[in-house]
């Protein structure tokens, strides 16, 4: 078979890795770019870190958890999510869910289908995605608060197990929505 064949043959397969690999390294670019301007020689985390460190800190209060403190880690690295004086989570810059968004976006482009469906999708997507995290994060912090012992399978399984199941179920239901409009 000929190399134009196989292109020809499998070109809408083609497409989806170009398109996925490409908004990946772009949108991966842009946020180590936008990375990149907060190392400085007094490293603080970056806004997004500390904007999802508060808001945990906000729902854990707001479940109830009194005396609840987000702090910034004396190393600059992190941010401290603590109740009671008692430290339950260093927040960094991996537990904000921005690779994962720009995971989900890249998905969801490379699937591209009407241009408002496919935006609202990608902004709600987003926004589940976010709010999980920051779900994850509380319930977390509580967990490692109330029951210390099962912190290491909560971290380690249950919370990514979480988010990118999270991640997979919005995927699917994309493509269920998307290959329903590509038969009309």
């Not at 020689?41 to 999802?52: A, G």
């Not at 904000?96 to 482009?109: C, D, E, P, T």
């Not at 912190?151 to 699917?172: D, E, K, N, Q, R």
């Amino acid at each position: 078979m000929k190399l134009i064949d196989l292109v020809r043959k499998y070109r809408l397969v083609l497409k989806f890795i170009f398109i996925f690999l490409g908004s990946y390294f772009l949108f991966s670019s842009l946020y180590n770019w936008f990375l990149l301007i907060y190392d400085t020689e007094n490293p603080i985390p970056d806004p997004l870190t500390q904007l999802v460190a508060r808001q945990s800190g906000s729902v854990m209060q707001g479940i109830g958890y009194e005396d609840v403190e987000v702090v910034m880690h004396y190393t600059g690295l992190s941010m401290k999510l603590m109740v009671d004086d008692y430290f339950l989570a260093g927040i960094v810059e991996g537990c904000n869910s921005a690779s994962i968004i720009i995971l989900f976006v890249s998905f969801i482009l490379a699937f591209f289908g009407k241009t408002t469906s496919t935006l609202f999708y990608v902004f709600a997507g987003s926004v589940i995605i976010y709010a999980i995290n920051i779900l994850r994060i509380v319930i977390l912090a509580v967990s490692i608060y109330e029951y210390p012992q099962y912190s290491g399978f909560m971290h380690s399984v249950f919370f990514p197990l979480a988010i990118y199941g999270t991640v997979f179920i919005l995927w699917l239901i994309w493509v269920r929505i998307y290959s329903k409009w590509r038969k009309k």
